[in-house]
């Protein structure tokens, strides 16, 4: 009892709620919180060690950043989860960290947009970890036939290009509107006309459900915010029987490429895309590593492929 009265009083503050609130959307840094929430350092800091000693959040390093997310303790989440929906209406706050959680996330995006308008058409002349010809041969080997390939995170559509020689059609998407202005000069400039660019987020695909035959994610997959999402969004605009093809990096400790490619995630292992995969309900994945580059940091690239079924029983 003496442990859920403590809980209890760890809650009673509104400013904990609302940081709770947010956390439970969304992993973010004190910086994000104290933007999103109008409160000073100092504040999020101690009301984030109170929530800590409570189990009521959890902190993983990414980088140099601390990123809190909400943790839901045994005995008392039920409590929380009925204070966590009524503080929406019974919050006055609560509307406005709403919208200023959207802007953060906003934000997170337009940094990596920045950084890839800034390589717009440079690409080729520039290092990018784990974009190998061997991968590229890979996935190349396994599409002969003549398909809708919906090319996802396609940057400059250097792969684009090479696939519309095949393809039935590729679609093209990129988050970066100087990729895809890029991408569509490139594609006018070569005569390639089965090649489509599309404006759009990994996230939020500009694809209508079951348009693709294909879903292509060529070294993109770790700079989604939440790659889950991504992977649940190729499912959807796959047609039954369609294959999800990734392609990037073995999860790796090079914390550098952060600021210097703008990855949001230092790769993922063998298991998290198993489990990203059979979370979207794909077929069980074949999982291999395809390329190991001879120099430091010696990143590897690994390539995920899987079915979505002809019956949609599961989805």
Same mark, same amino acid.
């Given at each position: 009892?003496?442990?859920?009265?403590?809980?209890?009083?760890?809650?009673?503050?509104?400013?904990?709620?609302?940081?709770?609130?947010?956390?439970?959307?969304?992993?973010?840094?004190?910086?994000?919180?104290?933007?999103?929430?109008?409160?000073?350092?100092?504040?999020?800091?101690?009301?984030?060690?109170?929530?800590?000693?409570?189990?009521?959040? $959890?902190?993983?390093?990414?980088?140099?950043?601390?990123?809190?997310?909400?943790?839901?303790?045994?005995?008392?989440?039920?409590?929380?989860?009925?204070?966590?929906?009524?503080?929406?209406?019974?919050?006055? $706050?609560?509307?406005?960290?709403?919208?200023?959680?959207?802007?953060?996330?906003?934000?997170?995006?337009?940094?990596?947009?920045?950084?890839?308008?800034?390589?717009?058409?440079?690409?080729?002349?520039?290092?990018?970890?784990?974009?190998?010809?061997?991968?590229?041969?890979?996935?190349?080997?396994?599409?002969?036939?003549?398909?809708?390939?919906?090319?996802?995170?396609?940057?400059?559509?250097?792969?684009?290009?090479?696939?519309?020689?095949?393809?039935?059609?590729?679609?093209?998407?990129?988050?970066?509107?100087?990729?895809?202005?890029?991408?569509?000069?490139?594609?006018?400039?070569?005569?390639?006309?089965?090649?489509?660019?599309?404006?759009?987020?990994?996230?939020?695909?500009?694809?209508?459900?079951?348009?693709?035959?294909?879903?292509?994610?060529?070294?993109?997959?770790?700079?989604?915010?939440?790659?889950?999402?991504?992977?649940?969004?190729?499912?959807?605009?796959?047609?039954?029987?369609?294959?999800?093809?990734?392609?990037?990096?073995?999860?790796?400790?090079?914390?550098?490429?952060?600021?210097?490619?703008?990855?949001?995630?230092?790769?993922?292992?063998?298991?998290?895309?198993?489990?990203?995969?059979?979370?979207?309900?794909?077929?069980?994945?074949?999982?291999?590593?395809?390329?190991?580059?001879?120099?430091?940091?010696?990143?590897?690239?690994?390539?995920?492929?899987?079915?979505?079924?002809?019956?949609?029983?599961?989805?």
């Amino acid at each position: 009892m003496a442990e859920f009265l403590k809980s209890l009083r760890v809650l009673s503050d509104e400013g904990r709620i609302r940081i709770l609130r947010v956390l439970e959307r969304e992993e973010l840094s004190v910086a994000e919180l104290q933007e999103i929430l109008g409160m000073g350092q100092s504040r999020i800091s101690m009301q984030l060690s109170q929530l800590k000693q409570g189990g009521f959040v $959890e902190v993983r390093r990414a980088g140099q950043k601390s990123l809190y997310r909400l943790a839901m303790p045994a005995g008392i989440d039920g409590v929380l989860a009925e204070i966590l929906r009524r503080s929406a209406t019974e919050i006055r $706050e609560a509307a406005k960290d709403d919208e200023g959680l959207r802007l953060a996330l906003e934000r997170r995006k337009d940094k990596l947009r920045g950084y890839f308008d800034d390589l717009a058409g440079r690409f080729g002349r520039n290092y990018v970890p784990g974009r190998s010809w061997k991968g590229l041969a890979e996935v190349l080997l396994r599409l002969l036939p003549p398909l809708v390939i919906a090319d996802l995170g396609a940057g400059e559509g250097t792969l684009s290009l090479m696939l519309a020689q095949t393809a039935e059609r590729v679609i093209a998407v990129d988050s970066s509107e100087k990729m895809v202005n890029y991408g569509r000069d490139a594609a006018d400039r070569n005569g390639v006309e089965n090649l489509e660019y599309r404006l759009g987020d990994l996230e939020e695909l500009p694809l209508n459900d079951a348009e693709a035959d294909i879903a292509l994610l060529h070294q993109s997959l770790h700079h989604a915010l939440h790659p889950r999402k991504a992977v649940e969004e190729a499912w959807r605009i796959l047609k039954p029987g369609g294959r999800i093809v990734i392609l990037d990096l073995r999860r790796h400790g090079f914390e550098q490429a952060r600021d210097l490619y703008a990855d949001v995630w230092l790769g993922f292992s063998h298991v998290e895309l198993s489990q990203m995969l059979a979370e979207a309900h794909f077929s069980p994945a074949d999982i291999a590593v395809v390329h190991r580059e001879e120099e430091a940091p010696h990143f590897e690239t690994v390539m995920a492929m899987a079915t979505k079924p002809n019956t949609l029983s599961g989805n």
